[in-house]
């Protein structure tokens, strides 16, 4: 086992429309467009980047808008439900607003013990909201969403699997415990995390596996503090016999990429550098960002990427 992991980073989902994605993430959710760059592997698709204020590993949500994708279909091999953490007391709050904003899929779920309000991305993405009394992580209030109710970051993901055991096995290996089980609900947490520290495990045997599409999460990545962690962790997962990725730069932290035995692309991902690498607290996410292997392409990115305001 070992102990670099501290819980989620990031989340990476695809979606159909860059400008309705930025409006359900910031103006609906409240959150914070904390990067605008594109998809470092097809630079004409927009990667945005959602969060806190700054962007803490563990509340980046993040999107490769692809004009014209069909819709995903929901099955198994993928994260099924995103769920973020708000604090408690606040799930009426947004139940009215998700209601009044004419939210798809709203409806309330008992799981482990809490209520999860479940509701649906502008691709009919999966999403939940937790109350969690116990989570200090300051949210960021500049969109909208007071104190009292914004969200905090993530609280869990829920990977959907035909035969959950190789995948709890690794999450073990990862650092992860097993804190609870609900019928086909295995519920792991991390000691010592970021507060995104929790996935649950949902088996499903006869489900057909996922199409990837518009409103699927293409990868869910994990936090470790630093390069020299995430290089252990790289070495230690090739021990196991997993086939990892050489570690590549992504600008604002460095990631290396496996996949799971139940089919779900994991990332193992740096809190260094950061989203405020190259632009300051203040405007986070407002300018168009382009990594230098991609700069010669700006004039042609500024006139065909879809406005993403208005
Ligand atoms: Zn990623």
Do not use: C
Not at 196 to 210: L, M, N, Q, S
Not at 240 to 246: I, K, R
């Amino acid at each position: 086992m070992i102990d670099q992991i501290k819980g989620l980073h990031h989340v990476t989902s695809m979606a159909s429309d860059a400008r309705a994605n930025n409006r359900f993430f910031t103006d609906t959710l409240g959150l914070r467009r904390v990067k605008t760059t594109v998809n470092f592997d097809a630079p004409d698709v927009y990667h945005l980047y959602y969060g806190d204020e700054v962007g803490t590993p563990g509340s980046v949500m993040t999107y490769f808008p692809f004009p014209n994708i069909g819709q995903g279909r929901p099955g198994t091999g993928e994260v099924g439900t995103t769920v973020f953490s708000v604090p408690h007391g606040s799930l009426g709050y947004w139940e009215r607003r998700l209601g009044e904003l004419k939210v798809g899929g709203l409806s309330r779920e008992a799981r482990f013990g809490s209520d999860a309000l479940r509701f649906e991305g502008p691709d009919k993405d999966g999403f939940a909201l937790v109350e969690d009394a116990a989570d200090g992580r300051a949210p960021w209030t500049g969109g909208g969403v007071g104190p009292d109710e914004a969200i905090r970051g993530f609280h869990s993901a829920s990977l959907r699997l035909r035969d959950g055991g190789a995948t709890e096995e690794l999450l073990k290996f990862m650092g992860y415990e097993v804190v609870d089980r609900a019928g086909a609900l295995t519920r792991l947490s991390i000691d010592k995390g970021n507060g995104a520290h929790v996935i649950d495990i949902e088996t499903v045997p006869g489900a057909r596996p996922a199409d990837l599409g518009a409103g699927s999460v293409h990868h869910i990545a994990f936090a470790v503090e630093n390069r020299a962690k995430q290089l252990e962790v790289r070495k230690a997962l090739l021990d196991t016999g997993y086939h990892v990725t050489p570690v590549i730069d992504r600008d604002y932290f460095w990631a290396i990429y496996f996949r799971t035995p139940g089919g779900v692309l994991f990332e193992i991902a740096t809190n260094e550098p950061g989203f405020d690498r190259d632009e300051d607290t203040a405007h986070l996410g407002q300018a168009l960002k382009l990594p230098a292997q991609h700069a010669h392409l700006r004039p042609y990115l500024e006139k065909h990427l879809q406005p993403l305001e208005g």
